[in-house]
């Protein structure tokens, strides 16, 4: 049984993707900040929990330590929004977005390169923003840039293991909750901006990622999960 491990899997796509892997008859280990959180997870799935909080590189360490006999897959979710202009940046909370995205990922990988087995895979995450700038979307849109180039370097550089980012579109799987009664029209805006005519599922990201655990002849690459969205003239 192949063994994956899916960093912020407690929670939103972190949790569909576990889920879905325990599924498929992966074995699943759900790693998150919140300990107590991803046990209750891992109690569902019968699986393990581990804490990695990717802004204390002490807990990736201690967690590589914990996993080293060996894992197939893993997979990183995390972020720390600052969705603000840049008059409005707050240098702590700018600091937390880069080493969520960036940082932190660099750190999974500096531990766990010795406990990834050979045929095994990185899944990063980027997003729309990464190519379609906006007001309030610096922050977010420089640290998904940079995980599309943190996928190719990786790549290279943990070869044989591959390194793949998936950029999602605009996906309804909670992230946008938070916007109240604004979350339908942003959602209903998304779909006129797409060729497919809808918004994304958290399904759509969670079947691209299970697809990139098995193309064993693809790496470096950023798979773009957002219904053509690039493509759709203004």
Do not use: C
């Amino acid at each position: 049984m192949k063994r994956i491990l899916v960093i912020g899997g407690a929670r939103a796509l972190g949790a569909a993707v576990a889920r879905r892997a325990a599924k498929d008859g992966y074995d699943v280990v759900v790693g998150a900040r919140d300990l107590a959180a991803a046990d209750i997870l891992a109690g569902e799935l019968g699986s393990t929990a581990v804490r990695i909080d990717l802004q204390d590189e002490s807990t990736i360490a201690a967690a590589a330590e914990q996993l080293k006999d060996g894992i197939d897959h893993l997979v990183m979710t995390g972020s720390a929004p600052h969705d603000v202009r840049a008059t409005d940046l707050d240098h702590d909370k700018l600091v937390a977005a880069f080493t969520a995205k960036v940082v932190g990922p660099l750190l999974v990988a500096k531990h766990f390169a010795p406990v990834l087995r050979p045929t095994g895979s990185v899944v990063m995450f980027s997003g729309v923003v990464g190519w379609r700038p906006g007001p309030g979307s610096l922050v977010k849109g420089i640290t998904n840039g940079a995980v599309e180039y943190a996928a190719r370097h990786l790549a290279a550089d943990l070869a044989p293991v591959r390194v793949n980012a998936i950029s999602p579109g605009v996906i309804d799987s909670g992230a946008w909750d938070r916007l109240g009664d604004k979350k339908s029209g942003l959602l209903d805006k998304s779909a006129a901006g797409t060729l497919v005519g809808r918004h994304g599922e958290t399904d759509d990201i969670v079947d691209a990622m299970m697809w990139l655990l098995r193309a064993g002849f693809v790496s470096g690459e950023t798979i773009h999960v957002e219904g053509g969205a690039r493509h759709k003239s203004a």
